[in-house]
């Protein structure tokens, strides 16, 4: 399959629109009736650089981004509010930085360094909190985000890659590199492919929008699904995509979408609202966020 490259939600092949997003500035998309079907006038998803730049095509509007702030640590995750009305942007060291009218900054490790980096920022679907996990499964709550349980204490044979909480809010997943799933709070652990042999490390999850499953995404596009509504819609493995795949964010319809370094967005049942694909980075894309 090959990536689907600035699609227009909605609109017929030929029409062109401008979208503001990533470093600050406005980047030209354009949007089309893709091979997946049309990108529904309620579905969206961002994009993110190493460096903090933010790229949002559907419906994520761009509110910001920390392209041109010359991080000192590398962005490593971004995450939604509820109805998309801002997101917060993770770094390693555990900074963060809200974008958005709905996006309160509740508060980040500061200048306490973490011992091991920080590699993934979860929104709590209802309220102004959020969670950050370090590599080691320890997870930090904010605003109203309340810490259900880590990983930290578990000597894990692999690192965590990926966090998403359930949609109560009242529990989370962890993902680790070899496919490792920790459940904690409210979250059903559906299974793992921590007994898999992989041909390559896990790097995101994504959820079921009713939370009665989730998908795992490897580096090679190959997806995982656990759960009764975990629907398989299709993968990348064998090695097909045009860049390492970062990250995997679900479909608000349905399917999911993967994310590659190069900016390319690949949809698997639902449509590809647009990427970066073929157009000048400055710094990889790390990061998929659903609106």
Known sequence: MRPLRQILCGGAAAAVLLALCGFGGSAAATRATSATGV???TDG???LGSDG???GFGVAPFFGSAGSMHLSYPAVSIASTK???GYWLAT???GVLAYGPGAKFAGSYGHIHPPQPIVAVASKPQGDGYWLVRSDGFVSGFGNARVYGNAAAL???QPI???VATPSGRGYWLVARDGGIFGYGDATFYGSAAAVRLNQPIVGIARVPSGQGYWLVARDGGIFGYGP???FFGSLGGGIASAPIVGIAAGNAGGYRLAAADGSVYAFGTATCGSMAGRHLASPIVAIGAT
């Open 161 to 163: 890659v990926g966090m």
């Open 92 to 94: 390693s060291n555990g």
């Open 45 to 47: 998803y961002r994009l």
């Open 39 to 41: 990108c529904q006038t």
């Open 229 to 231: 509504k975990a629907k």
């Open 155 to 157: 000597h894990l044979q």
């Open 53 to 55: 730049g933010v790229f």
């Open 83 to 85: 109805a998309g009305r």
